[in-house]
């Protein structure tokens, strides 16, 4: 069973920095798409960066710029550095993988940007 377990979420002041952790276990990042997703209250999830199967990375154009999606196969975890951090930036930050063409998804991280 895939389970992700996401890590590094907090408050930080606006312009700010953090770096969120996706430890995997069950499966592995080497060779399926993973990515990051955000939802703020009372707002829908959406993308945030992915790195796909085959490499190459999405990136929302409100993040552009200022957070970087990476991942150490070796550790099967991926990151999400993020700078820059504006007000807009909070929410409760998801990590999610696609294996066996299912989803998975962790419980979710706070980040908490204050003006």
């Known amino acids: 069973q895939v389970q992700l377990v996401e890590s590094g979420g907090g408050l930080v002041q606006a312009g700010g920095s953090l770096r969120l952790s996706c430890a995997a276990s069950?499966?592995?990042?080497?060779?399926?798409?993973v990515g990051w997703y955000r939802q703020a209250p009372g707002k829908q999830r959406e993308l945030v960066a992915n790195i796909r199967t085959v490499g190459g990375t999405n990136y929302a154009d409100s993040v552009k710029g200022r957070f970087t999606i990476s991942k150490d196969n070796a550790k099967n975890t991926v990151y999400l550095q993020m700078n820059s951090l504006k007000p807009e930036d909070t929410a409760v930050y998801y990590c999610?993988?696609?294996?066996?063409?299912?989803?998975?998804w962790g419980k979710g991280t706070l980040v908490t940007v204050s003006s």
């Open positions: 069950g499966s592995t990042f080497r060779d399926n798409p």
């Open positions: 999610w993988t696609r294996q066996w063409g299912m989803d998975y």
